[in-house]
């Protein structure tokens, strides 16, 4: 996960860097990300760290949410393929019944 590579970073100037990729990989403007990038020129250690944790934090619950929703999904494929067996079971048990019947 990401999250745990982020929590492992401990040196500034490495999550500076990271801090400044994840801005960088942003989908807003390039003038919006330029000033972020100018900020983060000026931050002091404690705000840098502040903010690398905030940026760790949301990541951690990004990747929380996409791995339940992957949860929810698989399940519901899962309940989807029981509901189509039990289906195709009853089709089988009915035909049987159609069969002895007319025996």
Do not use: C, G, P
Not at 16 to 44: F, G, P
């Amino acid at each position: 996960m990401i999250f745990d590579f982020l929590k492992k970073q401990k040196d500034i100037s490495k999550r500076k860097k990271i801090i400044s990729v994840m801005i960088l990989s942003l989908q807003i403007h390039d003038v919006q990300k330029d000033l972020y990038l100018e900020a983060l020129s000026i931050l002091n250690k404690d705000w840098l760290d502040r903010l690398y944790i905030s940026l760790s934090e949301f990541t951690k619950e990004i990747e929380i949410k996409e791995l339940d929703d992957i949860n929810k999904n698989n399940f519901s494929e899962i309940a989807w393929m029981r509901k189509k067996e039990a289906v195709e079971k009853q089709k089988e048990l009915n035909s049987f019944s159609f069969l002895i019947n007319n025996l």
